[in-house]
């Protein structure tokens, strides 16, 4: 029994970490608000060339061969700089399912693209009802009745959303499923899908919750009030112990998801259920915590805290909301037996 | 008891709905924007040509006399009908009040009827860099000009809403700078063509401009109502706090967020159920909860206006009343939002921007954390310190 | 539009609570917990002859012929001084269906005897599924699926049972419904009992939040430690803001509850279910925060709290807990047209 | 990571699990009333009888060397198994650890022993009627007696659990009048039959004795391993704070509150749930919301015990582990008393006793305020002032 990441994992992190603070600093997030489609072509390339991107593809097709555990800690990690790529998308959902499901001619050929950074691949999950950054995707990997189907972006219509997180560049697909399209027939592998994407929106919640507690600390630490720093009045201390209670008892929640996954543990979708539930909840409640103890100043677009607050508002809803993943472990554990 | 509406209130009630049925524009854009404040502006004026800009005040200054209970009326038939936002409201509901209590006849008939009719726009001017919840902290300085028969003011100004679309401020300026922390202010009234006065807007979190900063750089403003049309001083030089308090009850108080808004925000809301809520029971409760909230903050409304109407005063119960409504806001909002789910991220919904504006109700207007302190304070009497 | 309690009621309110300050302190409460019966039958009688107990009856058999207004402030009094006689039931609830339903001969004479203080009727609502003083009544009003019946104490089955609140003495009640039972039919006067009985608690729910609230604002006002007031620490007062916040709001749906019945208002039930659900959640917010509020004192049998905090747990989950009463209030404001 | 056990640790669990099943009694009356004392005194004895009283204590000291894991495995059989609560909890989970740390060999040789034999019950002596939450407030004091070689103790304790059926008490008095407020305690270790000592024992909210208030007048206890039959000193003179922090962060953490226990807990919610919940989906959400939290709860101790287990220690963040679980005992309770409804009331519900008990949480082991300024000014860094 060992409940915590090896030196190796903590190293990745770090690393990945480090790139995102130099090349994914606020501003960097800001201008994919205005940039044409979101995207910021060279840090997607930095990403793959890390290896990142890939981390779960085989080493045989330049993947890196990595578990989800491995993987579950970078996504917090793009959280935290509020990474606008869809790296959650692509590298916790669509690269396993390309992997698992390659016996279309076209998806090996993709696959080895997707993880050189040369393609992406957006996610259209039927809870969703949009996917983000279809416009500059090559392919869909889309959720239908049937399963899991691959779709070239020339072959479906797209209409583009405006999204409250100005980088979330959000379309709704419209498309035919047909059989030429199905990537994974039956419901185990859109179960999968939805079970991956439920558990890196939680590890990105974790992180942007992370980044707006470390925001929030810094500011009440340095803003004055009645002459004294407002950090020392004990109604904003308890607003951000509050607020930590939450994140540091989700995030527990959110690794042992990524280890049952990894470890085909036969309960991994109640444990991404739990996760997604825990982390979106303590989202919302980092996010207003923060945003109280700023005061005004947080309400301004001047202030970085609503760059991760927004993102943290799209994901708490996304890949299923709290209610939707706390009915889902109702059923399992409820009406069990 | 009785809540029961007399004929005349009916009345009352019935010729309003017609003519905001008949009048309000739907689909205006923000007035927080530039493009929507001019719009915004043209809907006070035909609001003030048929006497509903603010009909609890005297016919002289642009009302039409209206009881509190009609002013009551007229704001729920107001959010019923989906009005929309009041650039007003910073004057005619919280300047205003003080203007009735503290300002001289000739302060009155200058500000009010110019208010009323949307020619002068008035946004507020408490806030500072370093003063915010510590509004006593306040260090903008009105020095005396006794040979020009006024004062010239210093300082910046912060947080104030619709600054950059407004024409005036009102605000308070530490006249006495040896006074202690709540003594030596001055509420002022500056219009904002003066020379000396900088304003920059800059952008809110719900993506419009918003907010401004406003600098001012040796302003000059003539002694009390000497001349109004260059601005003046409200209430006594150094009794500004005083005078600042009773704004701020208002703000915290009922004449800022009348019950209608969240009984009509409330009824949205359950037709967005109706619409997309599937019959789920959690979001059902969800919905109920806010929906009673709404029905609570009325008939504590009732309560207050009643009150009121017998010569009382709501006094610190007004932190009660600002606690309650900024929290019903978000609730009612985030439940929207919660039966969106996915979609509540797609900008054009208008529960998401209403959801962005609920957020800063526990900020504004004092915050949350200030207004429990007062209610444990003034209400419950707990020690300050 | 007036929404305030006359000059009449209050001074009628007042005199109330004088008595019960003198007659019902905590002591008396106290004791019920020890006495055989668990009544208190002098301060009964008083409570009868200040017209309490006959409030709703009419003044030709010896009642005020006062309405639910008039009422529902004795009520809140009662809930703060933690009065054990069954006044909600027998004074809110048996009155009236005994006065409205008087055709059969039983209950007129019934009802004289208990405006006069000499007999006391039982309350079996089917939500409830037990009765309060059942063993010292003479009869007992029961609700079941075809109405209510008048049932003699004589004619059921009793099985006494322990409750948390020593001076409630609860019952379950075995009995068969018959014909000559039947006091009231059909569902009307059923609903009307439940929305009375939910009111009454509502009411006394409000009281005794005020005199959890009273006594926790005392306790931190003299409790010192770091030497000083515990209630001058911001977390204390934030709970105690909060306590008042959840009870001065739910006062006003508990006052017109009360209004819409005595005007025969069409929406009088829904009114009775939101002045419930909203009167159970701030008697639940109040308690704990008083509770949290005393430390270990309030956790001692010595402080008067726990005789308050005990009752409120009880009517918060008697006439329907919260939960179900918005229930209701979503089956008729959703899915109302 | 690694959520497997390994064969010896599973081999463990069978061997507990079937011995529990075996032996556990069932149906106990509280342990907190003296009749319910005596029998859970002979279920302390069964244990150690058995080497489980302290399964991760040294055999010599009566346990059997089980490892921190097997410690959390036991502690789940135990609850699992329905097992009473443990009156000896004071001593073999508060007391030991800080023995363990602070005592010399001679205390850990005649303490520890008599401790998981059950022979020696100890309870806590922290708060005076006037420290509570500001627990450098005490004010017995233990004055030098040079000539016997000890010290005598005078002051009065009150909130000790189970003082009135206990042996022996620890606690802090103050050594040095003129120390600042954290200054100038000693632990000591007292035994209650010395002469001077007077035990009351008094009702608490949940029907049970259960508390006491201990008066010391004038109790000779000799300096430290001098005497250890006679009580004496943990830890150096005047060193107090420093060893109780010891004590309070072990009753804050884990070793207090295994997650076994909710676990034990969140099982008879839901079967709780399956027999009286009628499938109401709020109820399910709540029962679900409580469930999670005792997973939360058990993951997040798997990764303390990681720590600890390669050397590192929680520190502050066993304040964090204070207000998870005292807040989970509530929700929990809380949810199966939403279940019961009307039926929540009758006191022989479990869940009923249970949510007493559980409400106590968020005040005993430093309240949780206290536990959230700590969480906010050494986790956070946020300024004490």
Redesign the interface.
């Known amino acids: 029994?060992?409940?915590?990441?090896?030196d190796d994992q903590l190293a990745f992190a770090d690393a990945v970490r480090e790139l995102l603070t130099n090349e994914c600093p606020p501003e960097v997030v800001r201008a994919a608000w205005d940039s044409p489609d979101g995207r910021n072509r060279r840090l997607w390339t930095q990403l793959a060339e890390m290896g990142v991107v890939g981390m779960l593809a085989p080493e045989s097709i330049g993947g890196l061969g990595l578990s989800d555990?491995d993987l579950v800690r970078i996504l917090a990690e793009a959280g935290f700089a509020g990474l606008a790529e869809p790296l959650a998308d692509v590298a916790a959902v669509v690269v396993p399912a390309l992997r698992d499901h390659g016996a279309a001619g076209l998806s090996d050929e993709l696959l080895a693209r997707v993880v050189a950074g040369e393609a992406t691949v957006g996610l259209g999950l039927r809870?969703?009802?949009?996917t983000l950054h279809a416009e500059s995707a090559d392919a869909l990997l889309l959720e239908a009745e049937d399963g899991l189907h691959l779709v070239a972006t020339t072959d479906v219509e797209l209409s583009p959303?405006?999204?409250?997180?100005g980088a979330?560049r959000?379309s709704r697909v419209v498309w035919s499923p047909s059989e030429e399209t199905l990537l994974a027939g039956g419901p185990s592998a859109a179960v999968e899908a939805r079970d991956r994407a439920a558990v890196a929106a939680a590890a990105e919640l974790c992180g942007l919750a992370d980044r707006m507690?470390a925001i929030a600390?810094e500011y009440?630490?340095e803003r004055?009030?009645?002459g004294?720093?407002?950090?020392?009045?004990?109604?904003?201390?308890?607003h951000?112990?509050?607020a930590?209670?939450a994140l540091?008892?989700?995030k527990?929640?959110v690794?042992?998801a990524a280890?049952s996954r990894t470890?085909g543990d036969p309960d991994a979708s109640l444990h991404a259920s739990?996760a997604k539930?825990?982390a979106s909840d303590a989202a919302e409640v980092v996010g207003?915590a923060a945003?109280?103890c700023h005061?005004?100043i947080?309400?301004?677009?001047?202030c970085d805290l609503?760059v991760f607050?927004?993102r943290a508002?799209?994901l708490q809803?996304?890949a299923g909301?709290a209610?939707?993943h706390?009915?889902r472990?109702?059923a399992a554990?409820?009406h069990a037996n | 008891m009785d809540l029961t509406w007399s004929e005349r209130e009916e009345a009352f009630r019935a010729e309003c709905r017609t003519w905001l049925e008949a009048n309000v524009p739907h689909g205006l854009p923000s007035g927080d924007t530039r493009e929507g404040f001019t719009l915004h502006l043209e809907w006070e004026r035909t609001l003030h040509a048929a006497g509903y800009a603010a009909v609890s005040w005297p016919k002289a200054y642009g009302g039409r006399d209206a009881s509190l209970w009609e002013w009551l009326i007229f704001e729920e038939e107001y959010y019923r009908a989906g009005g929309p936002q009041r650039v007003t409201q910073n004057g005619i509901f919280l300047l205003a009040p003080t203007i009735f209590e503290f300002g001289t006849d000739a302060q009155r008939d200058y500000y009010l009827p110019r208010m009323s009719a949307a020619e002068d726009l008035w946004c507020q001017g408490w806030s500072e860099p370093n003063a915010g919840s510590d509004l006593a902290g306040i260090t903008s300085r009105a020095v005396r000009d006794e040979a020009a028969g006024g004062w010239r003011l210093s300082g910046q100004k912060t947080w104030t809403t619709r600054g950059a679309f407004c024409t005036h401020l009102f605000g308070l300026f530490r006249s006495d700078g040896d006074a202690e922390r709540h003594r030596g202010l001055t509420y002022f009234l500056v219009p904002l063509d003066a020379e000396g006065v900088t304003v920059r807007g800059f952008g809110r979190l719900d993506g419009d401009e918003g907010f401004a900063e406003v600098f001012l750089d040796d302003v000059f403003v003539p002694d009390g109502d000497a001349d109004p049309a260059r601005g003046g001083v409200l209430g006594g030089v150094d009794q500004g706090w005083g005078v600042a308090m009773a704004t701020t009850t208002s703000e915290r108080g009922l004449t800022l967020r009348s019950p209608g808004r969240f009984r009509a925000t409330a009824s949205r809301l359950v037709e967005l159920y109706r619409a997309r809520g599937g019959d789920d029971p959690l979001l059902a409760d969800e919905v109920v909860r806010a929906w009673i909230g709404a029905e609570a903050y009325d008939l504590y409304t009732l309560g207050d206006v009643t009150q009121i109407t017998s010569g009382g005063s709501p006094g610190a119960r007004s932190s009660l009343n600002k606690l309650f409504w900024s929290e019903l806001d978000i609730a009612l909002h985030r439940a929207a939002l919660n039966i969106l789910g996915p979609d509540a991220e797609i900008d054009d919904d208008p529960f998401m921007k209403g959801y962005q504006f609920a957020l800063s109700g526990p900020i504004y207007a004092g915050t949350n954390e200030i207004q429990r302190n007062i209610v444990a304070e003034r209400v419950l009497g707990l020690p300050r310190k």
């Not at chain 1, 809870?127 to 949009?130: K, L, V």
């Not at chain 1, 004294?228 to 308890?238: D, E, T």
């Open positions: 029994m060992r409940f915590a990441f090896s555990i809870s969703d009802g949009s959303l405006n999204t409250v997180d979330r959000l507690l600390v009440v630490t004055k009030q009645f004294v720093p407002i950090g020392s009045f004990q109604a904003v201390k308890h951000l112990a509050n930590t209670l540091e008892f989700a527990p929640l690794w042992r280890y470890m739990m539930a825990q207003v945003l109280q005061g005004a947080g309400y301004t677009v001047e609503h607050l927004k508002w799209a809803r996304r909301d209610a939707a706390r009915r472990v109702a554990v409820l």
